[in-house]
């Protein structure tokens, strides 16, 4: 059940008339980890709407509070109120996405408190509407697991290895479609593609039950249980808030198919990875700002070629936020279709940002697609740092290069240097340290304590990422 008006009056009236037991308040971790409490349906009145409710050990949750000072209060979105579909008879439960206030305020390492503001810049700076876009690129597998347990490589560091079981998984003997290749799963039909059905119930279940519009889903690229789903356009803060659901909605279907879902970037070697693509335009009013129909090479105006300049000019600092794990870094290399090269075009799916050329001389169509996020990134923080690395690039005027029209992979070094082509990072202590120096343009909306407090925990993962055996090291280096 979708209800259209929501306001506190509603929400109050939905719950009681549908006669809901409970109320799950989410929110998301500094990792975009989904967390919950759930409390009585009874506690929702008018001040449940204005003051919250006072659960939360924010010492307890990563990327909060320290331990001396962690009690912190949850407030609901009225705008993300649903009736949660899996729970039925006595236990009826509906959700809202919550808000973290810290003595009173807005706590300002709230992830989704800092996409608010970067949409509330844009409001200021005359931006009416920001709308974006993100594909969401995904794997299910029928079963993963570490060997040895995960609790021995935790607390000895010792080797272990990952075994992946895949109805499509071109390693599997018992495969009856054993005809699938890597990197040979981009749209597959039936019955090769196995998950029809999956993203069929996941597909309904986003339409019916939380008011999110689908616009395809399908097979992607990689062999073994590659997954997209493209949903309709949406204002930042709200579309943020759409994608955390459709992770949340995608793992609970999964689990009772007895599938497990990842938004690991490159949980494969060997076939694509995981990717993020994200469509965005800025509006004044009813104008879409990056359109220009008088523009020869792919009608986007002056503005927009400054908001990729800016794109462009903080790409590497971006990615701490954009490709915030380890394993995103597995993922930008060449070979598999991801963009490692700082360059813009349209069409080109090498360059790091395309103008999707699919529609010419169309105002509402027309955006900019950054390709190089990953599906771990938290998708508040994503979507905070581009805007405003492209509000940065038209505030100082900042031009883009030449924008490149062939295959980048194949274009020599020599030339690429010629040309100003510039690599992403290639790693994740590289894209902390491009942050380190290039943080300004993040400013008002992250704050110093933010960034700095994010620097540090990503340094530690990469850190306990480094010092700890892989099995391909012990296959390289066992008899030297």
Sequence with gaps: MVLKTKSKESCIQTIKGNKIRWIDLQFTDIDSRFHHVTVPARTVNDSFFDEGIGKLDGSSIKGLKPIFDS?????????????????DGDDKTARFICTIFDNGHRYPHDTRFIAEKSENHATELGYTKTYWGPELEFFVFNKLSLEP??????????????????????????????????????????????????RNRVSRIIEDSFDIEIEAHHHEVAAAGQCEINIKYDTLTTQADNVVTIKYVSRIVANSMNKIVTYMPKPIFGD????????????KDDKNIFYDPKDAYSQISQECRYYIGGLMSHASALCAFTNPTTNSY????PGYEAPIFIAWSKGNRSANIRIPRYVKNSEVATRIEYRTPDPSANIYLAEASILMAGLDGIKHKIEPPMNIDEDIYKIDVDKRKKLNIMELPKSLRESIESLDSDNEFLKPVFDNSFINFYKEIKIKEDIENSI???????YQYMDI
């Design 71 to 87: 009690d912190m209060v949850l407030k609901p979105v009225i705008s993300s109120f649903s009736i949660l579909p899996w729970y």
């Design 272 to 283: 694509n990875a995981s990717g993020m693509h994200i469509h965005q335009s800025l509006w």
């Design 330 to 333: 597995r993922r930008l290399i």
């Design 149 to 198: 347990s995960p609790q021995i490589a935790l607390t000895s560091g010792a080797l272990y290895g990952v075994s992946i079981k895949s109805d499509e998984a071109p390693w599997n003997d018992s495969d009856p479609y054993w005809f699938n290749k890597t990197r040979e799963g981009y749209y597959v039909a039936p019955p090769a593609d196995t998950l029809v059905d999956y």
């Design 468 to 474: 700890r055996p892989t099995p391909y090291e012990f």
